[in-house]
């Protein structure tokens, strides 16, 4: 009773503690919510289906489960028939996805599917969808097509296969999306079997036809079923889940830093702000455990009640959240926002947590308060630093300039991530030790004012200076959002330049042949550009242990007549060594169709992401992936390319550059400004409440100023001239915490593209933060100034 009577009576000091919880506590929950939401659905062309057979699933080079390992045609065949004869199965479907797209108007009809568009017509049952009209596709050149498609029964329509072109007649049409082809034209496209489905009769029981599919199975594969379907998802679904749950998960970290760290500093604030008030309490007998108790209960009150609010909040803004990810084309297909009991539960552990845990200083220093100080002005013991913020600031500022270094030297796909750690681990450090640089700097600041005659500078001054601590708490938030503001805007500018300029270095003098309205290059594209790089990629299997276990990889085909060798494989260092293989060594490799072909290691060479790093003769992925589709085509500037084949475009090195750059830089610059609004805005108002609680802490001396002879205008410009020297500082520690990760940055990037690369920041997106920063620091101190001054008039 005592805390939540202290939490009435201190409102205003505890109101920036609980803003800043709620605003975090919302955006965690819209995260975790948009997360759920996200997650993966069976598909309804498996609506119809019990269970799936599935084979062995494979791992990655770090042993991270990855891509099933299809089941050959003679393994597959004895499986389907005992499947087939379970009880209550009324039939064992074999399930076949495959590269298809219908040319119309000599383009390509568009379909985010079509890399797995084609299947059998048993796979229609699956669903089930229904012949709407016309018959089940018989021959090799008979399809069965989606009504909406608009082909009509009896007319002639062109496929687009991994071969390219041809023409097949419409013989029927279904209900669903998708290709349907006989059997046997469907086997040849992709003989290795990857799916057998179990369409159950009318009341079966599932149960027992899981418990027998299993038996039958054996080691063989697994068996999924209910929700465990969804295991199987269409590869751009995938993509755009990944992508989606990559942003999410960076919003809700950096979501995470930021309430810890302003509610932490406002936590503090709050506390310094009481250091009499506490003195009080030890001078009438409180002992030092009691005042910690009251600290942290009154945080874990503070905290619960913004985190109850927040998930409130954030319950509201998950549909704007998915419409924002909607527009940019990062989530599932008919992804509907459901509230599940965990996201909130979590978000709600989280903003208690992290309240008490921000109060958890505050209440040891609070502990730590002699009753004699009830009668010292709180500031005056605020002068130091004492000898364990030293201590962590040091240590702090120490891994971040580690970090910063890892940053020049790490991986390109793991920089961002460095960089981006790097700066937290900065910011932190800079916030520890601003107490050092609050009095010399405001000193520095103020001294060419001082001249004039006027008291406001020398107030300034010797505030900041009596102080620092205060200043320091204030100065927090700031750093974060101009930190933030220039690490995120200067990342998506310094990669903007580099990027282009690095693959434009890497094929220059070449024509690209790229895939235009189709998710690949097909054979008869290769056919109709027979010079150059036209590298054909698969997904294969090496087992290289005892216990049979099997490693995945991706193997590419390769024309360049270095490469191309019957019987061989080369492959780079890295590779060679995760799969302990050397130089004339044989290696048994299992293809897409279930076929294991055993092949010599030719060569082993340095690493080489423009060659491969497991690359065979291209035949070799031909005959066991007839699916397979070839990536962009190289051709030399002294042959003559061309995109006479549908769906194909021409590039030259720059063009090629900025599509290549511009595939996913309308995702990173807007996933960069979502990111740079949580943290700058999230920071902006902390800054706010900051602001408005120190000036309400301040009321006494605004009235001693005020009966000393000072017009409310003056004390209106010292509190905007206090407040703008402390978000002056604030934006300096920023900016710095900043360079040093975004120069590490820079100089990984000059390595990896080989081209010369400087770091380049957005000024306009800093003097955003910062003017932001400055405008809801001075309104928000003005205004409680203002109302102080008014209430002491009356």
């Known amino acids: 009773m005592l805390i939540l009577a202290n939490v009435r009576e201190r409102w205003s000091g505890f109101l920036g503690a609980f803003v800043a919880v709620l605003v975090g506590v919302a955006l965690i929950t819209t995260t975790l919510v948009i997360y759920d939401s996200a997650r993966a659905k069976v598909q309804p062309r498996y609506a119809g289906t019990v269970a799936l057979a599935l084979p062995e699933q494979a791992v990655d080079a770090d042993g991270r489960p990855e891509d099933r390992m299809p089941w050959s045609k003679g393994e597959a065949a004895p499986l389907t028939a005992a499947l087939d004869r379970i009880p209550g199965v009324a039939d064992a479907v074999v399930d076949r996805s495959f590269y298809a797209q219908a040319i119309m108007g000599g383009k390509p009809v568009t379909d985010e599917g079509a890399l797995e568009s084609g299947h059998a017509w048993d796979s229609a049952r699956m669903a089930p969808y229904r012949l709407v009209s016309g018959r089940a596709p018989s021959g090799a050149d008979e399809i069965v097509v989606d009504r909406t498609l608009g082909a009509v029964v009896g007319?002639?329509?062109?496929?687009?296969?991994?071969?390219?072109?041809?023409?097949?007649?419409?013989?029927?049409?279904?209900?669903?999306?998708?290709?349907?082809?006989?059997?046997?034209?469907?086997?040849?496209?992709?003989?290795?079997?990857?799916?057998?489905?179990?369409?159950?009769?009318?009341?079966?029981?599932?149960?027992?036809?899981?418990?027998?599919?299993?038996?039958?199975?054996?080691?063989?594969?697994?068996?999924?079923?209910?929700?465990?379907?969804?295991?199987l998802q269409p590869q751009y679904i995938e993509h755009k889940r990944f992508l989606g749950v990559q942003l999410i998960s960076a919003m809700a970290i950096?979501?995470?830093?930021?309430?810890?760290?302003?509610?932490?500093?406002?936590?503090?604030?709050?506390?310094?702000?009481?250091?009499?008030?506490?003195?009080?309490?030890?001078?009438?007998?409180?002992?030092?455990?009691?005042?910690?108790?009251?600290?942290?209960?009154?945080?874990?009150?503070?905290?619960?009640?913004?985190?109850?609010?927040?998930?409130?909040?954030?319950?509201?803004?998950?549909?704007?959240?998915?419409?924002?990810?909607?527009?940019?084309?990062?989530?599932?297909?008919?992804?509907?926002?459901?509230?599940?009991?965990?996201?909130?539960?979590?978000?709600?552990?989280?903003?208690?947590?992290?309240?008490?845990?921000?109060?958890?200083?505050?209440?040891?220093?609070?502990?730590?308060?002699?009753?004699?100080?009830?009668?010292?002005?709180?500031?005056?013991?605020?002068?130091?630093?004492?000898?364990?913020?030293?201590?962590?600031?040091?240590?702090?500022?120490?891994?971040?300039?580690?970090?910063?270094?890892?940053?020049?030297?790490?991986?390109?796909?793991?920089?961002?991530?460095?960089?981006?750690?790097?700066?937290?681990?900065?910011?932190?450090?800079?916030?520890?030790?601003?107490?050092?640089?609050?009095?010399?700097?405001?000193?520095?600041?103020?001294?060419?004012?001082?001249?004039?005659?006027?008291?406001?500078?020398?107030?300034?001054?010797?505030?900041?200076?009596?102080?620092?601590?205060?200043?320091?708490?204030?100065?927090?938030?700031?750093?974060?959002?101009?930190?933030?503001?220039?690490?995120?805007?200067g990342m998506v500018e310094t990669?903007?330049?580099?990027?282009?300029?690095?693959?434009?270095?890497?094929?220059?003098?070449?024509?690209?042949?790229?895939?235009?309205?189709?998710?690949?290059?097909?054979?008869?594209?290769?056919?109709?550009?027979?010079?150059?790089?036209?590298?054909?990629?698969?997904?294969?299997?090496?087992?290289?242990?005892?216990?049979?276990?099997?490693?995945?990889?991706?193997?590419?085909?390769?024309?360049?007549?270095?490469?191309?060798?019957?019987?061989?494989?080369?492959?780079?260092?890295?590779?060679?060594?995760?799969?302990?293989?050397?130089?004339?060594?044989?290696?048994?490799?299992?293809?897409?169709?279930?076929?294991?072909?055993t092949l010599r290691v030719g060569a082993v060479l340095p690493d080489d992401p423009a060659r491969g790093d497991f690359v065979v003769a291209r035949d070799l992925v031909r005959a066991h992936d007839p699916a397979a589709l070839t990536d962009d085509i190289f051709v030399p500037g002294d042959a003559k390319a061309t995109d006479s084949v549908p769906g194909t475009a021409l590039h030259d090195a720059t063009e090629y550059a900025l599509a290549d750059y511009n595939t996913d830089a309308e995702l990173t610059d807007s996933l960069a400004s979502m990111l740079i609004v949580i943290a700058a805005g999230y920071s902006v108002i902390a800054v706010a409440n900051s602001m408005a609680m120190a000036a309400h802490g301040r009321r006494r001396d605004f009235a001693v100023m005020k009966s000393t002879g000072g017009t409310v205008r003056q004390l209106l410009l010292i509190s905007a001239g206090e407040t703008a020297l402390v978000i002056a500082v604030g934006a300096a520690l920023g900016v710095l915490a900043t360079l040093a990760p975004l120069a590490g940055m820079a100089a990984g990037l000059s390595q990896a593209t080989s081209s010369d690369v400087s770091l380049h920041l957005n000024t306009g997106a800093i003097a955003t933060a910062v003017v932001a920063t400055l405008l809801a620091a001075v309104v928000a101190g003005i205004a409680v100034t203002a109302r102080t001054m008014r209430r002491q008039a009356t």
């Open 495 to 597: 990669m903007r330049v580099a990027y282009p300029a690095g693959e434009a270095l890497k094929v220059s003098g070449q024509t690209i042949v790229t895939p235009a309205g189709t998710p690949g290059n097909t054979d008869e594209a290769v056919a109709a550009n027979p010079v150059g790089k036209a590298a054909l990629p698969t997904r294969a299997f090496v087992v290289k242990d005892a216990k049979g276990s099997a490693t995945v990889l991706d193997v590419l085909g390769s024309r360049d007549p270095r490469w191309n060798q019957p019987g061989e494989a080369v492959l780079g260092e890295r590779t060679a060594m995760d799969l302990g293989l050397k130089k004339d060594q044989n290696v048994s490799v299992r293809f897409a169709d279930g076929i294991a072909v």
């Open 254 to 489: 950096l979501g995470l830093f930021t309430t810890v760290f302003v509610v932490a500093s406002m936590l503090v604030l709050a506390t310094g702000m009481r250091r009499r008030e506490i003195g009080l309490l030890r001078t009438i007998g409180a002992a030092p455990a009691q005042i910690r108790r009251m600290i942290l209960g009154e945080a874990a009150a503070v905290g619960l009640l913004g985190s109850i609010a927040g998930c409130v909040a954030g319950m509201a803004a998950a549909p704007l959240l998915r419409s924002l990810l909607d527009g940019l084309e990062v989530t599932p297909p008919d992804m509907e926002v459901t509230i599940a009991a965990w996201p909130l539960l979590t978000a709600l552990v989280i903003g208690v947590g992290v309240s008490v845990m921000g109060a958890w200083t505050a209440g040891r220093k609070a502990a730590r308060v002699a009753p004699i100080e009830a009668l010292l002005d709180s500031r005056s013991v605020n002068k130091g630093m004492g000898h364990g913020r030293w201590i962590a600031g040091l240590a702090v500022l120490g891994l971040g300039v580690l970090l910063a270094i890892g940053t020049a030297t790490t991986s390109a796909d793991n920089r961002s991530n460095v960089a981006i750690f790097a700066t937290m681990t900065l910011i932190v450090a800079a916030a520890l030790l601003t107490p050092v640089f609050v009095g010399p700097v405001g000193k520095f600041l103020t001294a060419p004012f001082q001249r004039g005659g006027s008291a406001g500078p020398v107030l300034i001054r010797a505030e900041l200076m009596a102080n620092p601590h205060r200043a320091a708490s204030l100065v927090a938030p700031v750093i974060a959002a101009v930190g933030f503001a220039v690490l995120l805007s």
């Open 155 to 231: 007319s002639e329509l062109t496929v687009n296969l991994a071969a390219g072109r041809k023409q097949f007649k419409v013989v029927g049409t279904v209900d669903g999306p998708g290709y349907y082809f006989s059997e046997a034209f469907a086997a040849r496209q992709q003989p290795g079997v990857r799916t057998i489905a179990l369409v159950a009769d009318k009341g079966s029981d599932t149960g027992a036809i899981v418990t027998a599919a299993k038996k039958v199975l054996g080691d063989k594969g697994s068996v999924v079923f209910g929700d465990g379907r969804a295991e």
